[in-house]
């Protein structure tokens, strides 16, 4: 069953950005062959992840980061199934956050970037309600 | 399989497992948190773990002698 998941953690004093490019690097490895999409959000202080795909397998997905010692105080924001995907084309995606300005470092579609972008901006208030709380949450 | 019901336990069980840390930034990270979910979410079991681990961590706020946001977050609560 197609589905989403969202989770929230504290992202630990000693993940450096490095590491963080090390996440994404796993990320791209590992995520095709779990049919896997999303985004990872990350300020200095927090993550935010956005997983999409068979629900057995985001779960499963979940459950091995919560152990990841590059994060802490994992939780578990929302998950259920979805019609389609938002990200088809992102195997993960990533962005450091600011309120102000959005620039994209992976290749999406021009759709996928705008879907984000008025996401962020606050411009979609028709979308999911797992999406909207990523502009909140960052804020 | 109830995944609404999955959804729920997995919530409670991460709120219930989250540790504050012992500085006012680690305290303030972990809240932040555990507001977002008391915020969005309908579930009366889930926020009643998100008020709980919210008052915990405004003890330990106030322990840290940074009282005026532990009473920005009594009144966040409160709203």
């Keep these: ?139 | 399989m109830d995944l609404a019901k999955d959804e729920i336990e997995r919530k409670i069980k991460d709120i219930n497992a989250i540790e504050f840390g012992d500085s006012v930034e680690d305290v303030s990270s972990s809240l932040l948190i555990v507001m977002t979910l008391f915020e969005i979410d309908d579930d009366p079991r889930v926020i009643k773990a998100c008020k709980y681990k919210l008052f915990e961590g405004i003890a330990i706020l106030k322990k840290l002698g940074d009282e005026a946001k532990a009473k920005e977050i009594e009144n966040k609560i409160k709203e």
């Design chain 1, 1 to 139: 069953m197609l589905s989403h998941l969202v989770y929230v953690s504290v992202r630990k004093k000693e993940c450096t950005d490095e590491e963080i490019d090390k996440i994404l690097s796993a990320c791209k490895r590992n995520n095709p062959k779990l049919d896997i999409t999303g985004v990872l959000l990350y300020s200095k202080t927090h993550f935010l992840q956005y997983l999409e795909g068979d629900y057995k397998e985001i779960s499963g997905l979940y459950e091995k980061i919560k152990t990841d010692d590059r994060h802490k105080n994992v939780v578990l924001i929302t998950t259920g199934p979805i019609e389609e995907r938002t990200f088809p084309s992102w195997e993960m995606g990533s962005k450091e956050i600011s309120e102000d300005k959005v620039e994209f470092q992976t290749d999406l579609t021009e759709a996928e970037a705008k879907t984000f972008q008025d996401i962020i901006s606050g411009k979609n208030q028709e979308g999911n309600k797992s999406l909207h709380l990523i502009k909140k949450f960052f804020k």
